[in-house]
């Protein structure tokens, strides 16, 4: 223990102070500078009937959670209007046929803050939704939000605390929805075959993920 001590003392003494790093809140506002009135007046408490219609022309959001094992972002996707909105404080987002991991859904049932990033194939902004969820598994509800005749898993009630949009500046430096060729990355069999020193035959995998997709999107 006191040798334990004394190493950390040494390490103190030597180690010079990283004088490049924000550890308070006061640099960090004088670094980026005042928040412009817009931004401020374009957050507000519920479902705003300009921010309704955003939501449902999307098919894609980005689900954040957070759990005792640290934090977790999934995609979510459906046609336009992927969340039904129940009223101007409530969304429903069904969860659909997946890897089964429900990573997020532990996430949920320890804490249930989440967070929603929609984003609109072509838009530059997204919009962004914070409150909490709870899972259910509603009868009603599930065939309420049947796809191809195939009701969700469940449904994550979510009540919303804080909606606005977010400026198309991020879109715009990333061009992500440019036209250009696609990337050229690892296909899914690929990563696999390389995390498993080859266990996962890459190959057959991609050969086979398409059909598979198909099979069981909903």
Not at 51 to 75: E, M, N
Request: aromatic share 4%.
């Amino acid at each position: 223990q006191a040798a334990r001590h004394g190493l950390k003392a040494v390490l103190t003494m030597t180690m010079p102070a990283d004088t490049h790093t924000i550890t308070d809140l006061a640099s960090l506002q004088a670094l980026f500078g005042p928040v412009g009135e817009a931004s401020l007046r374009k957050e507000v408490s519920h479902l705003h009937p300009v921010y309704q219609r955003w939501i449902a022309a999307s098919p894609f959001a980005v689900l954040a959670t957070v759990g005792p094992d640290g934090l977790d972002t999934s995609p979510r996707g459906d046609p336009p209007g992927l969340v039904t909105i129940q009223d101007e404080h409530t969304l429903l987002l069904p969860e659909r046929a997946g890897n089964n991991r429900i990573d997020g859904l532990k996430n949920i049932l320890h804490d249930p803050r989440v967070a929603l990033l929609f984003m609109v194939p072509g838009v530059g902004e997204t919009l962004r939704v914070n409150g909490r969820a709870r899972i259910s598994v509603a009868p009603e509800l599930l065939q309420r939000l049947a796809m191809d005749g195939k009701p969700p898993k469940c449904v994550l009630v979510i009540t919303v605390e804080t909606v606005f949009f977010q400026c198309a500046r991020a879109i715009k430096r990333g061009s992500l929805w440019s036209s250009g060729p696609p990337a050229e990355v690892p296909t899914a069999g690929a990563m696999l075959a390389a995390l498993t020193q080859d266990g996962i035959d890459g190959a057959a995998y991609d050969q086979a993920l398409p059909e598979r997709q198909r099979a069981t999107l909903y």
